[in-house]
């Protein structure tokens, strides 16, 4: 089965590293990353969780308390595009328009084995009123640009907090074909 890669992307993030080799997440990964904008430092708690079915459970409380939805497909399998609209759905039968979904065509490095364009991709987001990129992880393309954007685009992060305060945001990572769930603690460092 292909897998969208969801967790070398926050490799990639973290630590601008790709192993070849994939291992299964199992249990709970927790990272953190102090990512500085222009304005503004934010830190990154991310929390990754193992993808096995038992844990689909969790889904619910996590994008209940997310204010991120990072969907990820891999560009060469179309099947995980199509399974994109079922975690859209998800997403918005649990948070409405409440949440920022972010729609993410992963795998750019396989372009000579692209099922899906760029502009069914950029169809489906403006459709549906997301965000959208495409990147590789395995070569580093728009992975820093993603999370970025992600951090600049979260409520409570326009300068409008008073000094002291700190935005607790919930990123959640959805995985398509195998359910696997990457969890993020964002917070707004003033």
């Known amino acids: 089965m292909n897998l969208v890669g969801k967790t070398s992307l926050i490799t990639r993030f973290m630590y ?27 830190r990154l708690q991310l929390w990754d969780t ?7 459970s969790l889904i619910p409380s996590y994008i209940r308390d997310s204010s991120v939805a990072v969907v990820v497909y891999d560009i060469s399998n179309a099947k995980s595009f199509q399974n994109t609209r079922k975690w859209i759905d998800d997403v918005r039968g649990e948070r409405g328009n409440d949440v920022i979904i972010v729609l993410v065509g992963n795998k750019t490095d396989l372009n000579d084995k692209r099922e899906v364009t760029t ?9 549906n009123g997301l ?14 640009q993603l999370f970025r ?35 993020m603690l964002i917070s707004n460092i003033n």
């Open 16 to 42: 601008d590293s790709f192993d070849n080799t994939y291992q299964a997440t199992i249990g709970i990964d927790f990272l953190s990353k102090t990512m500085y904008l222009e304005d503004r430092t934010v």
């Open 50 to 56: 193992a993808g096995q079915e038992r844990f689909r």
């Open 119 to 127: 502009a069914q991709g950029e169809e489906e987001a403006k459709k």
């Open 131 to 144: 965000m959208f990129i495409e990147t590789s992880a395995k070569v580093g393309h728009n992975v820093k």
């Open 149 to 183: 954007r992600i951090a600049q685009a979260l409520p409570g992060m326009d300068g409008e907090a008073k000094q002291g305060e700190s935005t607790s945001q919930r990123l959640h990572w959805q995985q398509n074909i195998i359910h696997c769930i990457k969890h």
